[in-house]
């Protein structure tokens, strides 16, 4: 089984890159005194940018309250009550990804397909990948999604790789709940959730037990932890955050990937992150030449 994470919930968009060699970049004459005063300038911004971050996590540490417990999943009940003559207009970009017509309606449109992804009915969890699953059950989502809203067929291909992520997604988190913490068969079964009916539950603890998805998953969870540059968007998508850029552009251009990386990786006071803000801040100061 592969192990994906929500904030996979944007895993099907390509991530940013930041790594550009300066020797590519760098077009002015003088390029060794250049190359010199680009390594200083980046290694005195990215310390200040380290500082920064590690003096708001210190005070969010001193000051934070303790840990509330989460609100649980989306049902969104006002979408799936929603009638044909409600249904709302989703604008697409040129790619056939959502970009509006408010960042509200995308946001909800996102939720909605992970309330999809983790009902059974829908896509059933019995499936060992997503190129398993029946194109027909594929196309039965879409019709679905489309009784709920306006959305023209070149949003069919982002659709289904977001419920691609949100399902597998939730397969992970099944996993971490419902069988990691257990050792035997018939603990997981005792604890086994009720809003995954029995049959499917059933395969899903043979196929976890199966000694070579087990490996898979290792090797999985090993490269996991070799992802540290993540975005902090949230279910904002990166196709929403582009428009958004573009819009506040005087000139209404599409906006750098150095730009796209630099409003991705940002960082509230408030919040803790798992990752370190080091090598990010790096990056984030690299991408400053390129803008």
Not at 87 to 101: A, D, E, H, T
Request: net charge neutral; proline share 5%.
């Amino acid at each position: 089984m592969q192990v994906a994470s929500r904030a996979a919930n944007e895993c099907h968009e390509n991530t940013l890159v930041a790594h550009e060699s300066h020797e590519n970049t760098v077009e002015n004459e003088g390029h060794e005194n250049t190359t010199s005063s680009y390594s200083n300038d980046l290694q005195q911004g990215c310390e200040e940018l380290v500082q920064v971050e590690s003096q708001r996590t210190n005070s969010t540490a001193e000051s934070s309250a303790p840990k509330k417990k989460g609100r649980g999943p989306t049902f969104l009940p006002h979408v799936h009550n929603r009638t044909m003559d409600e249904r709302p207009v989703i604008i697409l970009n040129s790619y056939g990804q959502p970009v509006g017509p408010t960042k509200k309606l995308v946001k909800e449109y996102s939720l909605f397909l992970g309330t999809l992804a983790r009902n059974p009915e829908y896509l059933s969890l019995n499936y060992c990948d997503w190129p398993s699953v029946p194109d027909n059950a594929k196309d039965q989502v879409w019709d679905y999604v489309q009784r709920k809203y306006l959305i023209s067929c070149e949003g069919k291909r982002w659709t289904l790789e977001t419920l691609k992520e949100e399902w597998k997604g939730w397969k992970c988190r099944i996993k971490a709940k419902y069988y990691s913490p257990y050792a035997t068969y018939d603990e997981r079964w005792d604890k086994r959730p009720n809003t995954i009916p029995e049959n499917q539950f059933k395969e899903l603890l043979h196929y976890w037990d199966d000694e070579a998805t087990k490996e898979e998953s290792e090797r999985n969870i090993c490269n996991r932890q070799l992802a540290t540059d993540m975005h902090t968007m949230g279910p904002t998508s990166f196709a929403f955050m582009r428009e958004q850029l573009k819009q506040e552009d005087p000139n209404k251009e599409e906006p750098s990937k150095a730009k796209v990386y630099g409003h991705s990786r940002k960082r509230k006071p408030e919040k803790s992150y798992k990752t370190s803000f080091g090598e990010i801040a790096a990056n984030i100061v690299r991408t400053k030449f390129y803008l």
